[in-house]
């Protein structure tokens, strides 16, 4: 008798040791839903799964995530699945902020022309006072930032000819992503911009509706633009980020332990989105050369031309995003950050 009590006390000391964190109560047991604009075989579906495989390694399997890609919850409308999570009817999201300026059109300043000069320029000041600046603005909104991760620079397609400088932009039929910055943008170099439904576009380039387009090239390849564009040009004019948020009242709702779980895991999977978009970038541009697609990379003076023409947007949107916020992007950084 003396034997079993031991060898059952032993093994309630074993169960004990290697019982999940939940089993006592620790952590309730919950699935998180994550909605994002882009297709499941994008680095923007990666980072919830990302996100929800650590945070099930951190909570033993209580809490995980389901990945609902292309805004599935949403019927494929980007602007209402932030707003399911902002009214609670979806927990977690991965959107850009052109999507966001629709809420609050500060958050365009992300996008002004030629905002930042590389992916290097881009982490020192998302990751600094410019980052958080733009932060808070999406934490008013009734969310949780997580994290800012990358759309990355928008690079410019068409099938008409090769775009070198400003000149080779007139007339071009453009589709362009639905941001008034991004219209003012590209009638300043002289394209006739359009705006319609990414599902459309693959179509409108194909019938000649439109010459060309503007994407970071893993959403671009995602889409299969190559088939549909000769030329593509490689440059820094306009960027755009991804806001990885949570409902507020969600993360309200959490323990202070979940609570430091999720924001290591939201800024750890947002940090992997980036590496990941950085690279997906690269390999996308190789395979298009190898498709014969024709890759265009600006010259310092061509560049800075159109630069110069695209200026006015500063001033014109100062009132609508706020002198200070432009400020703290464009001074520099060691500035920036004091």
């Not at 928008?154 to 453009?174: E, F, Q, Y």
Request: a negative charge; charged letters at 20%; one cysteine or more.
């Amino acid at each position: 008798m003396k034997k079993l009590l031991t060898l059952a006390l032993a093994l309630v000391m074993v169960l004990s040791l290697s019982a999940p964190a939940f089993a006592d109560g620790e952590f309730e047991e919950m699935n998180w839903s994550y909605t994002c604009s882009a297709t499941e075989n994008t680095c923007w579906a990666q980072m919830g799964n990302d996100f929800g495989q650590m945070v099930s390694d951190a909570t033993g399997g209580a809490v995980t995530v389901t990945v609902y890609a292309a805004d599935q919850l949403t019927a494929g409308n980007q602007t209402e699945g932030i707003q399911g999570v902002m009214d609670g009817t979806i927990d977690l999201s991965a959107h850009s902020n052109i999507i966001y300026s629709s809420f609050d059109q500060r958050l365009n300043v992300v996008s002004l022309p030629f905002l930042f000069s590389s992916f290097e320029d881009v982490d020192a000041k998302l990751d600094g006072e410019a980052g958080k600046a733009v932060g808070e603005i999406v934490e008013s909104m009734g969310l949780h930032l997580l994290g800012i991760a990358e759309n990355g620079f928008r690079h410019v397609t068409n099938s008409v000819r090769p775009i070198t400088c400003v000149d080779d932009m007139a007339g071009l039929k453009i589709r362009v992503a639905g941001s008034d910055l991004l219209n003012r943008e590209y009638e300043l170099w002289g394209a006739n911009y359009a705006n319609a439904n990414w599902s459309e576009v693959y179509t409108g380039l194909q019938t000649g509706t439109y010459d060309g387009q503007e994407n970071p090239l893993p959403t671009a390849d995602g889409a299969s633009i190559q088939e549909v564009q000769k030329y593509v040009t490689y440059w820094t004019g306009v960027y755009d980020c991804i806001f990885f948020t949570m409902n507020l009242d969600l993360y309200n709702s959490l323990s202070p332990e979940l609570q430091q779980i999720v924001d290591e895991c939201g800024l750890k999977a947002a940090q992997n989105q980036r590496v990941l978009e950085r690279e997906g970038d690269q390999e996308v541009l190789a395979k298009w050369e190898e498709a014969g697609v024709e890759v265009t990379e600006l010259t310092e003076e061509a560049a800075e031309e159109f630069r110069e023409v695209a200026a006015p947007c500063y001033e014109e949107f100062a009132d609508i995003i706020g002198q200070d916020l432009i400020d703290a992007f464009t001074a520099p950084v060691e500035e920036a950050a004091e």
